[in-house]
């Protein structure tokens, strides 16, 4: 699928849930595509316009900029096949295009994840996605390994643009990591709110190097080489989660099979090992089925819906579990 048909699906970016609170779309960062860079550079992206890195920095033209791939696809931490995480490397490019030429010049690029816009004209990124509610924070998992004392950070923030006043704070969280993380550790980021007002935006950045300045990527600082691996990165209502939330996972629904997958005209077969609520969402958090099934064999029919990636998300009083259906 091709990436500016998910660009053209980017405003209904947030996932429905069982109480209608917004959250955000691929948590898991699972959905990928492969891509072509300078000089016939093979690389991974993600897929969901919801989450923005700098890759697109290495495929513009070559006498512009020599831009790097600073975000990978890794394996994620579950080590299941088909879980992902991408790996953010701080890095630089050259401004102008050949570093032998005199009047060119060098720029750092802090590896990051976040909901921002890259505007390569003016060397700067627009932050934000539409967003209307008020989460207590954001939780996740990460890995860091700082070079030379950097540090990263992960940074969340709820805003209201309001005529005559300009864009406004609404809530703003922030937490901040100085040494390095070998295992996969479980964050909070608690969201400070600052008025009762309701937020039209959101933005959040996963940065691997904090000394950073999207307003102006000349004024970035930090170190070439830091690296961040993050994972299910998802906004929380109420109390912060626990540490483990597969804790919850159903694992007879886990078990559960869709088949034939990929599907070449979007009919699956779903074998339930449990009675449960069907949910399928697009990859841009769309909820396109909502239906309570039964255990045994049930029909999947996503045939009037694009070739795509989509989520299966099943769930009852046991917990829940998730699939991932491919049309092709």
């Not at 917004?22 to 016939?40: C, H, I, K, M």
């Not at 805003?159 to 990591?177: D, I, K, L, W």
């Not at 049930?298 to 046991?318: F, H, T």
Request: one cysteine or more; aromatic letters at 12%; a negative charge.
């Amino acid at each position: 699928m091709k990436r500016n048909f998910f660009l053209a699906l980017a405003l209904p970016l947030v996932m429905g849930s069982l109480d209608a609170q917004e959250l955000l779309s691929d948590p898991g960062f699972d959905y990928w595509e492969a891509r072509t860079g300078q000089n016939g550079v093979a690389y991974d992206d993600l897929l969901d316009p919801y989450w923005t890195t700098l890759n697109d920095l290495a495929t513009l033209p070559a006498e512009m900029f020599t831009g790097p791939v600073t975000c990978f696809k890794e394996s994620g931490r579950s080590g299941d096949a088909f879980d992902f995480a991408p790996r953010i490397v701080s890095s630089s490019m050259i401004f102008g295009g050949d570093s032998s030429k005199s009047d060119s010049s060098e720029i750092f690029l802090p590896g990051v994840i976040g909901t921002l816009y890259v505007d390569f004209a003016h060397i700067t990124a627009v932050l934000g996605k539409p967003f209307s509610d008020r989460p207590d924070g954001l939780s996740g998992y990460l890995k860091y390994a700082p070079v030379n004392g950097d540090s990263a950070t992960v940074f969340v923030e709820l805003t209201r643009y309001t005529a005559g006043v300009g864009r406004q704070t609404v809530g703003q969280g922030q937490v901040m990591f100085h040494e390095a993380v070998e295992d996969w550790t479980f964050f909070t980021v608690p969201v400070e709110y600052r008025t009762g007002a309701q937020p039209d935006s959101i933005t959040i950045l996963i940065v691997g190097s904090a000394g950073y300045d999207f307003s102006n990527f000349l004024n970035c600082q930090g170190q070439k080489g830091s690296q961040m691996w993050v994972d299910d990165v998802q906004l929380y209502y109420g109390e912060a989660p626990e540490p483990d939330p597969s804790a919850n996972e159903n694992l007879a629904l886990a078990s559960s099979r869709l088949y034939p997958n990929p599907s070449a005209d979007g009919r699956f077969s779903l074998q339930l090992a449990e009675a449960c609520r069907v949910q399928v969402l697009s990859v841009t958090g769309q909820l396109l089925l909502d239906e309570e099934m039964t255990a045994g064999l049930q029909s999947l029919d996503l045939s009037k819906y694009a070739p795509a990636y989509y989520v299966v998300r099943l769930s009852n009083e046991n917990g829940s579990a998730a699939l991932k259906a491919v049309v092709r």
